[in-house]
Structures are given as C-alpha cells and as structure tokens.
C-alpha cells in the first residue's frame, strides 16, 4: 500500500474564495487520480493528474474550476475555485502504486465546507 | 461504459451473522473489480479485488467476495459480523480502457447490531 498524506483535512471556507489542497505519496505512484465525494453521495472523479503536463479532466470539470498541478510522481495539488456552498464536498487525492496489482489507495480526504 | 450497481441503500445484521453485500457489474472486456470501505469521517480502505483467477478473493479484516462471471455479480461477503463492520461499503469497477479510473457504486450501508 501506500502512505497519502493530504493538507489540509478540514477546512470551513468563505465563499468567493479558493482553497488548494495538497496530496503527498510516500511511494512511486504511477497514477493520481482527484475525486469528490458530495454529502450523502459516491464518489465522482474529477480529473487525473498527469506529472509535468496538463490534467486530464472528466465531463462536467473544468481547470478554470478545478486547476490541478503535478509537478512530480508523488505529489500534486488541487485548488477549488472561486467557492460556492455547492462545492462542499470530501475531496479524496488517490493513487495506483507501482507493483500494487493494479490497485488504487485513497488519502483520508479534505472535507470543506464552504460558508 | 464500465458500471457498477449497489442494490441496496442499506443492509442490517445481526451481529454474529453472516453478511452479504450486494454488487453487479457491467463492464466490457475483463472486469477488476474492488470493494472499499468508508468509516464515519474518513477516507476510503481498499478491502479487496478481483483481477483473475479464483473467483472466491479474501480481503482484510475477513471479508471476502464471490466472483460470478454468468451472473455478473461480485458480492461482499462475511461468515460473522462484527458491529465494528458498521460502515458505508463501495464497490467499484477499474475502466481499463478509459483513463484507468474507478468507477463506483452508490454505495450501502451496513449496520450491525448487537
């Protein structure tokens, strides 16, 4: 498995605002992935994080929205911008180790709540 | 596309009882398929997968699935249940080729009562 490490794990945000979350991995990571979890809801990915070049995101987000970097294999950051109480969410940074068997961890998440 | 259904919102079991939640699947191609667990304020714990071979797969804290290709089907399954196995429980489905990404069920909860 893997050690995710996520900053910051709850946060109460002003709406207007943007919060950036960050996502550290203890191991060789060859994929990362960043879902939302809404409340009460499963979970929908948002976009995966491709190291030195652009996320690639899935219908419905947007990088203007959700601007994702991944300056190398083990860490990346999302931001969610210019909040709004309907972005209250878990965000979950997750990941496909190397040699894991194709298996995907997840971090203990970032809840926000958006005021 | 790859899809997974949840059933049921939510199973209740005795404790002590055998506990069975439910999973179907349909995938084109090979199916790997992934049970999750989520406690009360916190991330998800991957319990188990099928990627091939047995159909019967063990996972951590004794939980275990059936693999049933004509059925399409893979059940979480536990032979005695804890009240600590209270928990919301996710099945997934790995889409091998789009994106690599899971896709998940709704989810169930289960309770467990002593």
């Known amino acids: 498995s893997a050690v995710i490490s996520q900053k910051p794990s709850r946060d109460i945000c002003q709406r207007g605002t943007s919060l950036t979350i960050q996502c550290q991995v203890d191991?060789?990571?060859?994929?990362m992935f960043w879902y939302r979890q809404q409340p009460g809801q499963s979970l929908t990915l948002i976009a995966t994080?491709?190291?030195?070049?652009?996320?690639?995101?899935e219908s419905g987000f947007v990088i203007d929205k959700f601007p994702i970097s991944r300056p190398n294999l083990t860490f990346s950051t999302l931001t969610v911008s210019n909040m709004s109480p309907e972005d209250s969410s878990i965000y979950l940074c997750?990941?496909?180790?190397?040699?894991?068997?194709?298996?995907?961890?997840f971090g203990e998440g970032s809840w926000l709540t958006v005021v | 596309a790859q899809s997974v259904a949840q059933p049921e919102d939510q199973v209740n079991v005795a404790e002590g009882n055998p506990l069975t939640v439910k999973c179907t699947y349909s995938v084109s191609g090979n199916p790997y398929l992934f049970w999750y667990v989520q406690y009360p304020n916190r991330g998800l714990q991957f319990l188990l997968k099928y990627i091939t071979g047995d159909n019967l797969v063990k996972g951590s804290y004794g939980f275990e699935a059936e693999f049933n290709k004509s059925q399409t089907s893979f059940h979480l399954k536990k032979p005695s249940a804890l009240v600590s196995d209270s928990a919301l429980y996710f099945c997934a489905v790995r889409d091998m080729e789009y994106g690599n990404k899971l896709v998940f069920g709704a989810g169930t909860i289960l309770r467990v009562k002593s």
């Open positions: 994080a491709n190291q030195g070049s652009e996320a690639t995101y």
């Open positions: 191991s060789q990571v060859t994929m």
């Open positions: 997750s990941v496909e180790v190397l040699n894991s068997g194709n298996t995907i961890y």
